[in-house]
């Protein structure tokens, strides 16, 4: 099965009022698309997009400073590390984020009930992945979660570093604020349901990095099974492959982004706000054959040989409340997601993952 394909100039177009088509078929093809985006969401907890505003030579001049950054020393790069912030803004080291998936026992049922061919890998301890945390767009002036909206750490040495961040990161949420539009209207609510939600929340531009001179072996698990526990995730194509997801029913599938298209991924804070009925995409990062192939040809061509994930998360705003929506709130499992501080909902998970000190769950 492919991930549908949706391009959001359309939509973009409608939107600032130039819709070439009459006005009664573009209001058609537009609600057809939009249903095709909350589909895909509900269906697979994926998507892929083309926005015009997110080209490829963006995505590939933002890999090229996080590339340089990551092929620097492990002492260079603790530097920016910050721990004390729940590891949400500067670099996490390799070994510190914990899988999921080995911490949650009903995750390892689910796993074991697996058919074995659509089982995850076994990670055999902490994520040996490296990540950066760069926050995106303004933050609220008055907060009870101020570790979730720290002040962005800025490495040395790097003088491109945040105004690269800051554009591609940019632009990533604004791909994001059109899916989340058009899925809102797809799903039956308001367009701005969630996008109003969204206003002044963590958003978190978080590429990680993967070593693949030290860890390049088949079957190394870079990112255990697990959900994302933001809003919606966004990925630009990676240069190395690698990336597993799971369908609602149950089958695991190797992701290939077209160049010039992103990634879009349900996260658990989607799930709450409809009731269940969409739930968080489970996925998985591993070297494979196809990410081998990658590496030799990378060799060839004297590449840098860290696999980089352009990936954002974006978030609903700490201090608002995550419950279900609309008519969600009827939802056959609507009670099982009662309303709760999204920055205390992101503040359990971060405890969960070994991000934050431990607290009950």
């Known amino acids: 099965m492919d991930l549908p394909v949706v391009d959001l100039a359309p939509f973009l177009q409608a939107a600032a009022g130039d819709a070439a088509a009459a006005p009664a078929e573009a ?12 589909a895909s969401l509900r ?17 590939d001049r933002f890999l090229d400073v996080v590339e340089r950054y990551f092929a620097r020393s492990d002492d260079s790069k603790r530097l920016q590390e910050r721990p ?5 803004v500067g670099v996490t080291p390799e070994g510190v984020e914990v899988p999921r998936s080995l911490v949650d026992k009903e995750m390892q049922d689910t796993i074991k009930s697996m058919p074995e061919e659509f089982q995850p890998a076994t990670p055999k301890g902490p994520d040996p992945k490296w990540r950066y945390m760069w926050r995106v767009g303004p933050r609220p002036s008055n907060t009870r979660f101020k570790e979730l909206n ?3 750490v800025i490495p040395d040495g790097l003088p491109e570093w945040k105004e690269t961040m800051d554009s591609w990161g940019s632009k990533m949420i604004s791909a994001i604020e059109v899916v989340a539009e058009m899925a809102a209207i797809g799903f039956g609510l308001s367009k701005d349901a969630f996008t109003s939600l969204m206003k002044e929340g963590p958003h978190l531009l978080a590429p990680t990095g993967s ?7 088949e079957g190394t698990v870079f990112a255990g099974f697990h959900y994302d526990l933001n809003f919606l995730t966004i990925h630009g194509r990676s240069r190395f492959p690698g990336l597993n997801i799971w369908l609602s029913n149950g089958k695991k599938m190797e992701v290939k982004v077209p160049v010039g298209c992103l990634l879009i991924q349900s996260g658990k804070q989607l799930e709450w706000l409809t009731g269940g009925e969409c ?3 489970m996925h998985e990062v591993v070297v494979t054959k196809r990410t081998l192939e990658a590496i030799e040809l990378a060799k060839e061509q004297n590449r840098s040989l860290w696999r980089i994930s352009s990936t954002l998360f974006s978030h609903i705003a700490s201090d608002a409340t995550l419950k279900p929506l609309g008519h969600f709130a009827e939802a056959p ?12 909902y992101v503040e359990q998970e971060l405890s969960a993952i070994n991000l934050k000190g431990k607290v009950a769950l």
């Not at 269906?43 to 995505?59: E, F, Q, S, W």
């Not at 499992?333 to 205390?344: D, F, K, Q, R, V």
Request: glycine residues 6%; negative net charge.
């Open 84 to 88: 004390h912030l729940h590891y949400q």
């Open 333 to 344: 499992n609507a009670h099982s997601y009662p309303p709760i501080c999204a920055g205390e």
């Open 211 to 217: 070593n693949l001179m030290r860890h390049g072996f």
């Open 27 to 38: 209001e058609e093809a537009l609600r057809a698309l939009c249903a095709t985006v909350s």
């Open 43 to 59: 269906d697979t907890g994926a998507l892929l997009v083309k926005d015009p505003r997110c080209t490829a030579a963006d995505n």
């Open 150 to 152: 720290a002040e962005p």
């Open 279 to 281: 739930l968080a995409g």
